[in-house]
């Protein structure tokens, strides 16, 4: 059973910084592709950026130059490092698991970016 655990959440001002992290637990295959999205009040849930176990990475234009996400293979860790957040980054942040056929989802992470 593949579990997801993040954290690293909080609130922070404009500006500010702050790390995500999520560890997988689990039978986790290679060839697998692990992700953050987030999903504000009232919106439907986007993609933030993701991470192959190869190396590849992809990013929202939204994020582009600002978060960048990282990975431990032998870990099964993967991170999001958000720096200068705005306020329309304010969101709960879902870590996600892609292998073969399937998909596991984190319970989520908010974050707040507010004076």
């Known amino acids: 059973q593949v579990q997801l655990v993040e954290s690293g959440g909080g609130l922070v001002q404009p500006g500010g910084s702050l790390r995500l992290s999520c560890a997988a637990s689990?039978?986790?295959?290679?060839?697998?592709?692990m992700g953050w999205y987030r999903q504000a009040p009232g919106k439907q849930r986007e993609l933030v950026a993701t991470?192959?176990?190869?190396?590849?990475?992809n990013y929202a234009d939204s994020v582009k130059g600002r978060f960048t996400i990282s990975r431990d293979n032998a870990k099964k860790m993967v991170w999001l490092q958000m720096n200068n957040l705005k306020p329309e980054d304010t969101a709960v942040y879902y870590c996600?698991?892609?292998?073969?056929?399937?998909?596991?989802w984190g319970q989520g992470t908010q974050v707040t970016v507010s004076t």
């Open positions: 996600r698991v892609d292998w073969g056929i399937s998909t596991k």
């Open positions: 689990g039978n986790i295959f290679s060839g697998n592709t």
């Open positions: 991470a192959t176990s190869g190396g590849s990475t």
